[in-house]
């Protein structure tokens, strides 16, 4: 019988299991040091026999433990140890111990015993001893460790249980191709596969087979420094000069030529300031006054902080330990000439703006941004700033959706509110289709009676109906309609902003020319219980702050209704429960996506 573990852990626990007598511990006592020797860093959990203890009679530490205290801490200064009284029915919880170590300095946990969890283990088995296999009883044993004349199925990974150097390596492989427990989240493309109209996706699903859809623009603007903020570069931007230009010093001190050993005194020459030059060649035994940033003469390659100088009477003699050019920034060392200093597909930030003026360069070739129509869909939306009509809404989704759009460099067309009607919807999505890359709608893609978004669709384009395994934001159509891409919102606010989130906005990047763009996610630690279905992906509206042991931790905003704006105002992130990963108990690893810079 096997117990479901989860690790609450952002590194990776990997267990070793055997019958007794297979030589567990003697192995362990070999592999961890020949990890430590490789710079492995590693915690190890135990199971261990009920009454174990690791105090002794007689000492201070057992006789107040035993006297009553719940928590015993001894410390000298090598080594300290926290003794918890803990008696609980059945197993010790391996996630609530492994909480308790410290995982700032450790690469992975090894576990010995806890056989029957769902935790990736090797198995280790000698064939002398005539015992079953683990494996077959037990599918989460990633390696076995047997002797030479053991017959295993091909596909298992086999390593030599007397080979120590072979096992380290394989948990050095562990550790570097292990990752958190999360599916959706790497945007690498798929093929495409046919997915019928009525089917029901996972997110990573959805959102590949959107990708599969997208075909960058190749429309290139001449753009000058100024309009650069937020575009795309359609070219690498190649430095035309060397950042630095010239070797220059990165102190204000004394610069002269290197030589060992150094004479006991130079003879000062003059003087170099920023901006300025000494166009004399500076000879052995000569030194010239330099401040920072100004140009190194030629024949100087080092130079001497001013406070570890003594300059009197037109000489300088230098103290401390000098090394050979120190102190000086060669010529390209931040940019080289010739070098790309931004690469195409790359979106232009604040930094990058700063970076390519210092280059001195004026004019860019950027991708045409793209442009998308937006319309709402439904009878009882209403224009806000008009008179609300009884039994009618505000259009929030329309705003929501330009502001954003806007924010990722989309040229925005706005066309309005349609109503619920087949031929209305249909001349609007040919109107958007024929002016812009893409269009989006929101509402009437659900199974309401006045759904009319299909029905229309069906006339003018080719789309699939989805429903994703998420929440908030089920219901999700998209195709195209000729060369332009659709997508068809839900009508509920919240949903609308995490499906432009999760869907929207990797298409967009896509569209706009945008290279190597993941979502951002963080580990954070769960101030409460966070609960999800089974095969499918919640994403819970969060705050996250830096809690008082200095680590990201995060909080629900409360209730999730998908029509609560307000739970989107109060939210810093969304709280990603990937459809593998269905509970998260409060003190355990939670990702989120912060959003401040797009909502
Ligand atoms: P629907 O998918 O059209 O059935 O809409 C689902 C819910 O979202 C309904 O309660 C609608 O009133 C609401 N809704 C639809 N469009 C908008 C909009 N543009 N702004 C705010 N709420 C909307
Ligand atoms: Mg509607």
Known sequence: MSISFTNPLSLPVLGFCAYSGTGKTTLLKKLIPELNRRGVRMAVVKHAHHNFDVDIPGKDSYEMRKAGAKQMLVASHVRWALMTEDAREGDPELPHLLKQLDTDNIDIVLVEGFKKLTLPKIELHRAAHGKPFIYQQDDNIQAIACCDDTVLPAELTRLDINNVEQIADYVQQYI???????????????????????????????????????????????????????????????SPINVPQQNNSAMDGYGFAFSDPLPTEFTLVGEVLAGHSYDKQVLAGEAVRIMTGAPVPAGVDTVQP????????GKVSLEGKIKQGQNVRQAGEDIAKGAAAINQGQRIGVAAQGLLASLGMAQFDVYRRPKVAVFSSGDEVCQPGEALKSSCIFDANRYSIKAMLRRLGAE???????????????QALLTGASQADMVISSGGVSVGDADYIKTALAKVGEINFWRINMRPGRPLAFGKINDCLFFGLPGNPVAVMVSLLQFVQPALRKLAGEQAWQPQLIAAIADQPLRSRSGRTEFIRGIYHLGQDGRVHVRSTGAQGSGMLSSMVQANCLIVIADDNANINAGEIAYIQPFADLV
């Open 306 to 313: 001013r406070e570890l100088a003594h300059e009197q009477a």
């Open 176 to 238: 570097s191709q292990w990752r958190p427990q999360i599916t959706h989240i790497p945007l690498a493309e798929v093929p495409a596969c046919e997915l019928d109209s009525s089917s029901s996706l996972t997110v990573r699903q959805g959102i590949d087979h959107i990708l599969n859809q997208v075909q960058p623009i190749t429309a290139t603007d001449a753009v000058s420094l100024d309009q650069l903020d937020n575009r795309v570069l359609a070219a690498d931007a190649i």
């Open 412 to 426: 925005v067309i706005d066309l309005g509110i349609i109503e619920d009607s087949e031929a209305a919807l249909a």
